[in-house]
């Protein structure tokens, strides 16, 4: 009988780490040692001064996602590793769009749609005008799809942001860990 891997999910990893040169690298020579492509990696500080946070998108089995948040772990600047698929973690990505001013002028089916978008404007020049709109990959995507024939000039979307669900979060953690609490 062969043994069946269990299937790959998305996977949204929660890395936090001290800020030191050359981490990110260590941390992405992990995922290419196990042949882990990331779909999408956003580094910034977190609630905690001195502590960043990774916001990392994968997929990856079950068995898989263990081990590498293990093998995370053992990275001396790596403080915690938390997973979660999208159902556990409330996420967002920021998405932008060029389109050509007079498009919009002449077109009130493009400022109809933008508004029901919620997109909000962010540049007016008079060659072009920039908009941005955050939300789930699907409605970007749709956005964008729906201003192709509106000739999208441009169009840049962020990384995830995801925020785990029932967590009370690795502030309070650390401080318990500190002896602040």
Request: charged share 30%; proline share 2%; with cysteine.
């Amino acid at each position: 009988m062969i043994k069946q891997d269990s299937p790959r999910k998305e996977y949204n990893l929660t890395i936090y780490t001290e800020n030191n040169v050359g981490l990110l690298s260590r941390i992405c020579l992990i995922f290419t040692r196990r042949q882990i492509n990331v779909e999408s990696l956003n580094a910034s500080p977190s609630e905690v001064e001195g502590i960043h946070r990774f916001n990392i998108l994968i997929y990856e089995t079950v068995q898989g996602m263990s081990k590498l948040a293990r093998h995370l772990e053992k990275l001396t600047e790596v403080l915690k590793v938390y997973y979660h698929t999208n159902e556990n973690v409330i996420w967002q990505e920021l998405a932008m769009y060029k389109v050509a001013t007079n498009v919009i002028e002449e077109h009130v089916d493009v400022e109809r749609l933008l508004r029901r978008y919620g997109a909000r404007t962010v540049a007016i020049r008079k060659e072009y005008t920039v908009f941005e709109v955050s939300g789930q990959r699907g409605e970007t995507d749709e956005l964008t799809s729906v201003l192709q024939p509106y000739g999208l000039i441009e169009f840049v979307r962020s990384a995830r942001l995801a925020i785990i669900k029932d967590s009370e979060g690795f502030n309070r953690k650390l401080r318990e860990f500190d002896g602040i609490v």
